[in-house]
Every structure is written in structure tokens, then in C-alpha cells.
């Protein structure tokens, strides 16, 4: 089972179409892979810096990588 904390699931349904599906799976890396392809194309300004939304998105990444 995936350990998810409530700021990690309030970022997946808040940023997911299919947030059912990714929170139901056993498979991190499902996860994982989703909140990396979101960084990608919300996370980064012109500069190629990370935004807001990105240094969000690699908290919640980094944080559901560690605690499982």
C-alpha cells in the first residue's frame, strides 16, 4: 500500500483527471510518473526555473518518493 499523507492528496485530485485511479494503484511509480510529466509541463517559467507550481509539485514528489 501507498503511504500518502493529505497534502499529497489534495495535490493529486486537485491536479489529476483520473485521481481515482492514481490513488487506487499499487504502483508508486504510477504516481510518481504522473506528478513528473505534470512538473514538466506546468512547473518551470521561461527560464526553465522552477514556479510556484513546480517547487509545489517537487515537495509533494520528493515527500511521496521518501515515505515509501
Known amino acids: 500500500?501507498?503511504?500518502l499523507n493529505q497534502?499529497?492528496?489534495s495535490f493529486i485530485k486537485e491536479n489529476f483527471e483520473n485521481w481515482e485511479e492514481l490513488?487506487?494503484?499499487a504502483d508508486?511509480?504510477?504516481i510518481l510518473e504522473a506528478v513528473q510529466r505534470i512538473m514538466i509541463?506546468?512547473?518551470f517559467d521561461a527560464n526553465y526555473d522552477l514556479n510556484?507550481?513546480?517547487r509545489e509539485a517537487?515537495?509533494?514528489y520528493?515527500?511521496?518518493y521518501y515515505n515509501n
Do not use: A, H, T
Request: charged fraction near 30%.
Open 62 to 64: 520528493d515527500s511521496i
Open 52 to 54: 510556484d507550481f513546480g
Open 28 to 30: 508508486i511509480n504510477d
Open 41 to 43: 509541463y506546468k512547473g
Open 23 to 25: 490513488l487506487n494503484s
Open 7 to 9: 497534502e499529497q492528496i
Open 1 to 3: 500500500m501507498i503511504r
Open 58 to 60: 517537487q515537495r509533494v
